[in-house]
């Protein structure tokens, strides 16, 4: 199991981005959860397997139609465990 911690910039407040990344993240069936920062980027913590994760990156460099993704940037480790579920935060 690998953990990505990953932080999206570009306009992705208030344009649905946190919801429709919870429904990627449920049918990849990953365990973290999504918010929105004060500095107006999305941060999200995801674990399961790297596949998986990769998966998710990509879709978060692409976004929903109403967003528009400029950056990607992350980190990569060892799943901590402990997470139940995807939660929707901030």
Do not use: C, H
């Not at 990607?72 to 901030?90: C, K, Q």
Request: aromatic share 6%.
């Amino acid at each position: 199991m690998r953990s990505a911690r990953l932080r999206i910039t570009g306009r992705v407040q208030g344009v649905g981005y946190r919801a429709w990344m919870m429904q990627v993240a449920g049918r990849l069936g990953l365990r973290g959860w999504v918010r929105n920062r004060d500095d107006g980027t999305v941060e999200f913590v995801a674990e399961g397997s790297r596949v998986d994760l990769e998966k998710l990156k990509q879709a978060a460099e692409r976004g929903p139609q109403t967003a528009e993704v400029e950056r990607v940037e992350g980190r990569w480790s060892e799943a901590t465990g402990g997470l139940d579920g995807f939660d929707l935060t901030g």
